[in-house]
């Protein structure tokens, strides 16, 4: 099994046959900056010095022959064929709470919830416990790499859920909405850091556009059993693009969706429709203007919204460190 050594911090941990190099840094507990884990953001950018890997993905969309000149390659994409030296500087908020492993689990259920999103769930054994508005990384058989997807559901009993938006001529999703029930699958998780914050005593806004429907539903739920609901507002943005897109307050969990003020918003919607109109991010800040500074706001959705998001926030002086987000690719 290959040897890494990392500078400059000097963790040295182990790398399993065909695990890549932040995989194998989150399973030691080792906080290697990340987000994605599919080679699409860079966050896990790192500097080779001695040693060879290979990356999983030739086409990784954070990856050029620039960056192979310059002896730099993707922690989520690039698997030891030996033992190697390696530079990135590891940070405190990427170490896990609950370090990733590899399981199978079986599907035990496909529920409809929009006409193109579905909720999967699947049932395994003795697995990570997970937090609200993590993901994990699907192995979905007969597709080349893994795709990550965001649970629904709260971490318990081996139970993992999520929500899943069928993509025209998706690979992966492809195969996931033409599955059994009792399909086996592998699951590699928890990935992520924008988790619910239990601690925040702040008010609460969650926004969804599309498929970041899940993670937002976790977080939402995470809220209500956390017995935070009490002492905070929550706020729950949803954005469509028309009347087929919608799904209600109750995707939430029944005490999230008695207690939180639940906005759809459509951006393209028919003569018929009386609520609020336009793209999320104008929405919210039409809706919340000043008052976003001084709430927690969780978001995931596609990267052209996260960007129009993060670009919103900002105007509206909302400090860095409350803003927790994952970029769906
Ligand atoms: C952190 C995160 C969380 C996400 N959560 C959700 C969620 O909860 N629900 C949801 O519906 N979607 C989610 N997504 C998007 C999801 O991962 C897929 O991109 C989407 O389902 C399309 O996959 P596809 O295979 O059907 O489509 P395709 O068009 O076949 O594949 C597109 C995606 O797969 C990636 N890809 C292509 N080849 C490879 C490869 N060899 N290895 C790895 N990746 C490859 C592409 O970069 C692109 O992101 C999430 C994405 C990220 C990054
Ligand atoms: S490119 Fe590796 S984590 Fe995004």
Redesign the pocket.
């Known amino acids: 099994m290959p040897t890494i050594t990392q500078t400059p911090d000097g963790h040295v941990f182990d790398c399993e046959e065909g695990d890549t190099i932040l995989r194998a840094a989150l399973r030691a507990g080792i906080g290697m900056p990340y ?6 953001c860079g966050n896990c950018r790192f500097q080779l010095l001695d040693g060879e890997v290979t990356h ?2 030739d ?1 990784a ?1 954070a990856w050029s022959e620039r960056e192979l000149k310059r002896g730099r390659w993707l922690g989520c994409q690039a698997v030891p064929n030996g033992d190697c030296s390696v530079k990135f500087r590891a940070m405190d908020q990427y170490v896990p709470y609950n370090r990733p492993e590899s399981f199978e689990a079986e599907l035990t259920g496909i529920e409809k919830i929009t006409h193109d ?1 579905s909720q999967f769930m699947f049932q395994a054994d003795a697995v990570p416990f997970f937090r609200p508005g993590q ?1 994990a990384l699907l192995h979905v058989p007969g ?8 649970m629904s559901n709260l971490g318990a009993g081996g139970t993992w859920q ?4 069928q ?1 025209p ?6 195969q996931l909405f033409e599955s059994e029930l009792g399909a086996k699958i592998t699951i590699d998780g928890p990935y ?1 850091t924008a988790f619910l914050r239990e601690d925040s005593p702040r008010d609460i806004v969650l926004l969804a556009g599309g ?2 429907l ?2 937002i539903v976790s977080i939402a739920k995470g809220v209500a059993k956390a017995g935070m609901l009490g002492t905070r507002k929550l706020h729950v943005f949803y954005g469509g693009r028309d009347v087929s897109d919608l799904c209600d307050a109750t995707v939430l969990g029944a005490e999230a969706a008695g207690a939180a003020r639940f906005v759809a918003a459509l951006s393209e919607p028919d003569a018929t429709w009386t609520g609020p109109k336009g793209y999320l991010h104008d929405v919210v800040f039409e809706d919340m203007g000043a008052a976003l500074k001084d709430c927690e706001i969780y978001f ?1 959705g596609p990267a052209i919204m996260s960007a129009a998001v993060q670009k919103m926030t900002h105007e509206a002086g909302v400090p860095q460190d409350q803003l927790h987000f ?4």
Request: proline share 5%.
């Open positions: 987000s994605c884990n599919t080679g699409s999983l993905r086409d969309p999103i993901y597709v080349t790499g893994a795709r990550a997807y965001s999520f929500m899943i938006k993509m001529s998706g690979a992966a999703t492809g992520g498929s970041g899940s993670p995931a994952d970029e769906f690719y």
